[in-house]
C-alpha cells in the first residue's frame, strides 16, 4: 500500500449523531447551537469529504515552518511543497497528492511522517496537526488516527482543543471576535470569521434542539465500538430490534 492510500483509503468513519452535538457542548458548558456555529464554520459540517476520506487541507507555511531549516525544507522548497508565508488561493482542489508528496520528502531525509502530518487541518474542527496535544493526542498521527474513525471522535477533539486554549470562555459569551481570533488567527477579519459564526449561530438558535440529557446520557451509555447512540428511546429501540432481527433494524 503507497502512502497516498494508506491516508486516502475511504475509512467508513462514522457520521455524527444528533446528540453529539449537545453531549459534547454539555463539556463546556454550551448548547449544540454554539457546537454547529463553530463546526459549520470551520468544514461546512462535514468531517470526512466526498471520497469518504478525513476533511484534510494540507498548508505549505506550515509545513515550511515544521521543517525548520536544512536540506528537506530546502528540497521541499525547490518541489514547491513549502513557502515562507501564507498565499491566497494556493490550494488545490485535493490536498491528498500534496500530503503524499510531504510525507515521501520526509522519509527520505529521515524525519518520520510528523512534519507533513503537522502541517494539515483535519476533520470536522479542522484542527492543525501541530496542535494535536491541545485536541488530547500526543501526535498528530494518533489524531488523525482516532479521527479516521468517526466524527463523534473529532468532535470530542475539537471541543478538547478549545477548552484547553481557554476559548470556551469565548464560546459560552458568544464573543464571536475573541474566538475567531484564537481559533483562526490575528487576521481573522479578513475572511469574516467573526461574522460567518454570528450567522451560523443565528440560524440554528432558530432550530428545535435535540433532545438530550445528561442523566440518560449515562444510564443508557454509548455503544462506542458500534458508533450506536443509546441516550434517546429511538436509537435504543433500533438496538433492541437489531438483536432480535438484524435486518428488521433501520439504522
Known amino acids: 500500500m503507497t502512502l497516498l492510500k494508506h491516508w486516502s483509503t475511504p475509512t467508513g468513519g462514522r457520521p455524527l449523531a444528533d446528540v453529539d452535538l ?54 521541499a522548497v525547490r518541489l514547491g511543497l513549502a513557502y515562507k508565508s501564507w498565499k491566497p488561493g494556493a490550494y488545490p482542489r485535493d490536498s491528498y497528492p500534496r500530503l503524499e508528496r510531504a510525507i515521501a520528502l520526509c522519509d527520505r531525509h529521515g524525519r518520520g511522517w510528523e512534519p507533513a502530518l503537522r502541517a494539515c487541518s483535519w476533520g470536522l474542527g479542522q484542527i492543525m496537526g501541530f496542535n494535536c496535544k491541545l485536541a488530547g493526542y500526543p501526535s498528530a498521527y494518533e489524531m488523525v488516527s482516532a479521527f479516521r474513525e468517526s466524527e463523534g471522535i473529532q468532535l470530542r477533539g475539537m471541543v478538547d482543543f478549545v477548552k484547553n486554549t481557554g476559548l470556551d470562555d469565548e464560546l459560552r459569551r458568544h464573543d464571536w471576535h475573541g474566538l475567531a481570533r484564537g481559533y483562526n488567527g490575528a487576521g481573522y477579519r479578513k475572511n469574516g470569521y467573526h461574522t460567518k459564526l454570528a450567522a451560523s449561530y443565528a440560524r440554528w438558535s432558530k432550530i428545535k434542539d435535540t433532545p438530550w440529557s445528561q442523566e440518560a446520557d449515562a444510564h443508557f451509555g454509548r455503544d462506542s465500538q458500534r458508533g450506536h447512540d443509546f441516550s434517546t428511546l429511538e436509537t435504543l429501540w433500533e438496538a433492541i430490534l437489531r438483536l432480535f432481527d438484524p435486518k428488521g433494524a433501520t439504522t
Open 22 to 75: 449537545p453531549r459534547e457542548g454539555h463539556r463546556i458548558g454550551v448548547g449544540e447551537d454554539e457546537i454547529h456555529a463553530l463546526v459549520d464554520v470551520e468544514s461546512a459540517g462535514r468531517g470526512f469529504d466526498g471520497l469518504g476520506r478525513v476533511r484534510m487541507l494540507f498548508e505549505p507555511h506550515i509545513f515550511y515552518r515544521e521543517l525548520g531549516a536544512g536540506p528537506a525544507r530546502d528540497e
